[in-house]
């Protein structure tokens, strides 16, 4: 069948061309993928960006350092709380303040809480993308428990701008140690479903394994970070490399693996839930008594010089690079976004597969379109 | 005129009204002499056809607009929400508000479409619906025709429905909508090789392809048991092959929303489109009472050897009740399917049909034939 | 002899995983319970929003219609996005000294990126959050909200 | 007017209409799709004749295989703007004169036969009886026929995947069937 299909394309073309997306159902959000087709092969695909571009770096360079964090919310959101950091970081590091241990710990904690949150909507969607829809709804089920977290501590769900330079916009709400051990204890007593409706099934593991396999050389020259990088043996945890906030006095394990397939990437990303479920249980009962913020200037400004940071969000690194000229605004700022990098190797390990592999692929690799764009 | 019939031939029943839901042959017999007294034979035949008609337009759109609406509760249960609960009591009248916003829509007209075939396509897979609904036995003398060859019809008919896909998927002048067909025609066509070798199982153990016969055979236990591990192998086989043969659940290839959009009928809208959609439903409603039929025992009621208290109970629910009662459990397994699983890729589709379902559907009619030949079955 | 027992272990195999994940779906599906659907507008009474939700900037007034924004601006300045202008206006006070008061806090809450800065650096903590979160019109212009009521005037000892 | 005499006027316009579209359309699929119909209406006449085997047998092998196959292999060649160009004068008529002697010769034929009406009802065949026949190896028996059948499909099937595989091995890292 396949075969025949092959052959004869229609109208005698070798190859001919769909349009996948800007709206598409699996391309989650404005993607635009134009593939070419041999029949249900895939010979290339030409990833159109741009549809939710907002010039959020030339937007950074008019206004003040406290006032770039609510923009970093709105790229990867679904890391707005790493993405914070990472900016908030950069410019302490910058300031040369001292940040105080309590700050670190609940920054530590909301960042991966945030990450757990992120991958249960890439556990929701993926299992969406391969059609099983249940998933969707217990992912996101799950998820509402962590933004209800989020909304008492932050007042925001998604969008939590919760840091701010020199410490936290406002100190943890009285119940957040409470409800974050009993989110870590439902969330261990409901990760076996996800296994049971997804990681163990057949068909899921038929459609996943050997599917998309990314080397580890073309990980290390793609810069593919994150999960999908340390699917394929590439130690990218920043985490790890370069400590930040309280990662330093945390013991957890970096999921490695070495196939680099579809199937391995998603598992990265279940194992990950389980590790940052580890970190939250080392850190949630020693956070010390403290003020939650440093008092800074009333407007803060740069030294002149370049400053650069580097986190892990959920999809890899972030790398944020601020060059001031003394001014309270930046003179540029650049983010080295994990998405966009990711992006790039899709034509790499999807060609010759077929269509609803791409999928996979594309799925397993975990797009957040604003942050393609930014 | 005609209500007067009716109602002479209703007022000539012998036994109280509640009984003819244990025997409409009594009801369906009273209608027809009494239609036969009054009128010439060419008329009563035709307002016969006609009044089947009615009912199975009629039950048609009741079966469709319900599961529509069970399947939305169903999947909703699943995924711990409530489904729709707006209109009418718990939501149950949503589908017909759905249907009336269908009726109403634009059907947008598609650029260098093969008009014609892309208006004709619906209807054959409604058709072809509703040719099969004719030949189901729904209860103790509920039986539009009872062909001598009744299951081989409803195989012979219901293959037909791919072509009505594939016109669609075709004449829509849109990629997506051809890989749908091209893929939907290809996982019917194989599918149906399993679904015609687990009825044949069947027939080899009923020993008739009637299926008025098929259920009677089955007054003393349901095939499903009566055949064992043979008879559930075909179940399982039949069950699986079914929800392929509708494009439903982990076999929705043709319509893989997360890939084609919404494969074959991308480009149908308003009540073309539910045409379409009502036709899933059918052919679901379809493969789970032909389930019910061959393997769970139709209309019969649950019977345990020589219980006797037991059996006296289960004949008090009607046939009737019985058959749907099998019929919307098939159903329930078939939504659990569609809700659990992942899609299939189409290679892994067709490789399940050739290198699974096949050679152990083959071996199985073996075996199956040799427990009739050595009479151990039940 | 060793593909076919390979063969029939898939198919156990494959079986088994897929009557484990039926196994979760049916078990949700007969226990309602588990149902964590809100019906909304029908649970409008006894919603209630987290005491820091951020739904929408307000300034709160007390019982004589005051409020303690001294219109100083700085909310303006820290806005990114300038959803905030304040307008004051010059009065003389009864001890015939002039003063700058606010005129209007004019807040365009289409705008607003919920970031919280005004709120956190308003030196007299005049505004604040509210929990309200319909925010849905039919006219784009009802978005501009002036957050001093009519009337209003500075709380007494907030400078 | 009997409904019987209705349904067989009823088909047998249905097939005549149908098989002049079939060979005037100009789109290769529409054609497709009114020789369904043809076979459609042909299973009809045999449902009226109770001939209710013979019937399924036209739906499943002509209209459900036969058709579908068809289709499927339409929808791998053409392209739905591609249309037949209008067949020239000459052509035509020699084929309406090629058509009009077939037609003369088979009206000839059956008005030759003498029918003689039957006072018998139309029975049911019974389905014992036909797979008994289906294999016997009597004189009446279609055990041979059948089996001949079989051998010459199983030689079409076999052609049919060493012509498929002519390519070579699909150069896909996924198992494809074959």
Redesign the interface.
Known sequence: ????????V??EQEE?T?NMGPQ???THGVLRLVVSLKG??VKNIEPHIGYIHRGIEKMCES??Y??I???T??MDYLSAAINNEAVCLAVEKALEVEIPDRIKIIRTIISELTRIQSHQLFWASY????????????GL?DR?KVL?IF??????RM?V?YN?PGGL??DI?PNFQKRVKEFIKYFRGVLW?YD???S????????TI??GRLKLEDAISYGITGPSGRASGFSCDIRKQEPYSAYDRVKFNEVLYTEGDTYHRYLARIEEMRESMNIIDQLIDNIPEGPYFVKMK?VIKLPEGEYFQRVETARGELDVFIKSDGNKNPYRVKFRSPNFVNLGVLNHISK??????L?AIAGSLDFVIPDIDR | MLLNTISNALSTLSEPWWKIFYDFSSLTQAIDEGLRSSLSPFWAVTIEMLIIGVVFLLFYALIGLFLVIAERKVCAFIQNRLGPNRIGPYGLFQTIADLVKLLFKELIPIKNADGFLFNLAPYIVIIVNFMVLAALPYGKGLHAIDFNIGIFYVIAVSSMSVIGVLLAGWSSNSKYSLIGAMRSGAQIVSYELSIGLAIITVVVLAGSMQLSEIVEAQRTGWFIFKGHVPAFLAFIIYIIAGTAETNRGPFDMAEAESELTAGYHTEYSGIKFAFFYLAEYINMFIVAAVAATLFLGGWMPFHVGNWEGFNRIMDFIPPFFWFFGKTFFVIYLIMLFKWTFPRLRIDQLLTLEWKYLLPINLVNVLIMAFLVLMGWHF | MNSIIQYFKEIIQGVGSLLKGMRVTNRYFFSPGKIVTQKYPNNRKDLVMFERFKGEVVMPHNESNEHKCTGCGICEINCPNGTIEVISKTIITEDGKKKRVIDKHIYRLGMCTFCALCVKTCPSNALAFSQEFEHAVFNRALLIKTLNKPGSQLMKGVE | MTSNQLMFILFSAMIVVFSILTVTTRRILRAAAFLLMVLLSTSGLYFMLNYQFMAAVQLTLYAGGIVVLIIFSILLTSHISQKFEPVELKKSIFSALAAVAGAILCILTILDYSFSATTVAAQEVNMKLIGKSLLSVDYDGYVLPFEVISILLLAAMIAAIVVAKKGGPAKTKTPTLN
Do not use: W
């Open positions: 069948m396949e075969e025949i299909i092959k052959e004869v229609i109208d001919y769909i598409h159902p699996s249900e092969i206004i003040t406290p006032q964090i609510h923009l919310d709105r299992g969406m993308d391969m059609g099983g829809q249940t998933c969707f709804f217990y089920r509402e209800d909304e008492e501590t932050t007042g925001g969008i701008s701010c916009m406002y709400h479903e049971a409706i997804l163990g099934n057949v068909i899921f593991r038929e459609r050997g599917i009333p010759d597969f077929k269509i609803a592999d999928i």
